[in-house]
């Protein structure tokens, strides 16, 4: 088993935005699918060579991350680019990876921004694996590799849009959510899908904190045709390479219509069931944190006003806000799915 400790990684294994951007174009520009060689240790500098922006790239970031199995190297190898054009093209600059893997939610490390980062690195997801439970055909107990085994990746750069309103714009390395989900035969009971996270004392402080808000494991849901939509996708990376541990590793979700907390990181089960499912945020606060949680900029949060959002990055000189848009902007692929729901009563 191949797993990377953080000072094994090479600063030129580490992709910085601008450089990953352009590359995103060289490969636009000639065909090539290759966003693997970052993941296999190498950025061909033709990609650099191509535009003057790459060498704006601001100096390499180092982080933790977790490099899987060997056997996921030959998958990054052949991802397929997000097209710069069609439905889910959001023309806009992405949050630099910086900011992508070290302001970030995930509780199970610890409540501020920073956290995750700074002690998700003893986190072990290898080996892996995902049980599937409930009303469908095929439950079991699943690797990694099973999981990931039919599943070619491509590339989905979306909006993501907390609740406390801040966004930020990620390109995504995954699949659909619906791919994987019908593989395992839901019958026609199945009306929600139930995502739980893993729960570990030992290298998760949040988990064992006497402090903390969440009864653990965190938990999410979905109405079964939200999980069959085609935007909801299982990510197993990010800018070209394997998910940080601050990011959800080695499988998370990503829902870009719905606020953050519905895109519930490092899953270990996934139970079909009848009824909606109980999740972690509406446990705690139900008047706060809804089931839906669909992108709203017309209901607001009792303590934070939904119809605007600041967008990462922040500089020193600009701390953008923008208009939050209903669905974040993804109206088009998702609204019909609450046609006839009043969205204020089901937020
Ligand atoms: N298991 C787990 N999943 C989680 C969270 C968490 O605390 N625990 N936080 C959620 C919230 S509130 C947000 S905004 C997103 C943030 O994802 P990111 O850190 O990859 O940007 O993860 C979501 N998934
Ligand atoms: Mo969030």
Same mark, same amino acid.
């Given at each position: ?15 910085? &935005?601008?450089? @990953? =951007?352009? *590359? ?10 290759? $966003? #693997?060689?970052?993941? /296999? ?113 491509? &590339?989905?750069? @979306? =909006?993501? *849009? ?10 995504? $390395? #995954?699949?659909?959510? /619906? ?75 990503v829902v870009p219509w719905k606020y953050g907390f519905k895109s519930i990181k490092s899953i270990v089960r996934i139970n079909f069931v009848e009824e ?27 303590r934070w006003r939904q119809d605007t959002e600041r967008r990462l990055p922040h500089t020193l000189f600009s701390r ?28």
């Amino acid at each position: 088993m191949l797993i990377k400790k953080p000072s094994d990684i090479k600063p030129s294994e580490i992709t910085p &935005e601008s450089v @990953y =951007r352009n *590359r995103r174009q060289f490969m636009a520009d000639t065909g090539a699918l290759a $966003i #693997g060689a970052i993941a /296999a240790g190498g950025l061909p500098g033709l990609a650099i060579a191509q535009d003057g922006d790459a060498l704006k790239a601001r100096a390499p970031v180092s982080l933790s991350r977790s490099a899987p199995a060997a056997w996921w190297e030959p998958k990054f190898a052949n991802i397929k680019p997000a097209p710069d054009s069609g439905p889910f093209y959001t023309g806009e600059a992405l949050t630099p990876y910086e900011d992508v893997t070290r302001y970030n939610n995930f509780y199970e490390f610890g409540m501020d921004k920073g956290d995750p980062s700074s002690n998700s690195g003893r986190f072990e997801v290898d080996p892996w694996s995902i049980e599937i439970a409930g009303e469908c055909g095929r439950p079991g107990t699943y690797t990694l590799e099973d999981i990931l085994k039919p599943h070619d990746l491509e &590339e989905r750069i @979306y =909006r993501l *849009r907390c609740v406390e309103a801040w966004s930020m714009v990620i390109p995504w $390395i #995954g699949f659909p959510l /619906a791919d994987l989900l019908k593989r395992f035969e839901p019958t026609s009971r199945a009306r929600y899908v139930e995502f739980q996270t893993a729960v570990d004392r030992d290298t998760m402080p949040g988990v064992r904190s006497p402090f903390s808000i969440i009864d653990w494991p965190y938990q999410e849901g979905l109405r079964i045709d939200e999980a069959m939509n085609e935007l909801a996708f299982m990510a197993v990376g990010l800018y070209g390479n394997y998910l940080p541990p601050q990011n959800g590793a080695p499988i998370r979700l990503v829902v870009p219509w719905k606020y953050g907390f519905k895109s519930i990181k490092s899953i270990v089960r996934i139970n079909f069931v009848e009824e909606q499912p109980n999740t972690s945020w509406n446990d705690l606060q139900a008047n706060e944190y809804g089931f839906y949680a669909n992108v709203n900029p017309n209901v607001h949060h009792p303590r934070w006003r939904q119809d605007t959002e600041r967008r990462l990055p922040h500089t020193l000189f600009s701390r953008p806000i923008i208009d939050t848009r209903l669905f974040n902007g993804y109206g088009e692929q998702v609204a019909h799915l609450y046609e006839g729901m009043d969205l204020a009563r089901y937020y």
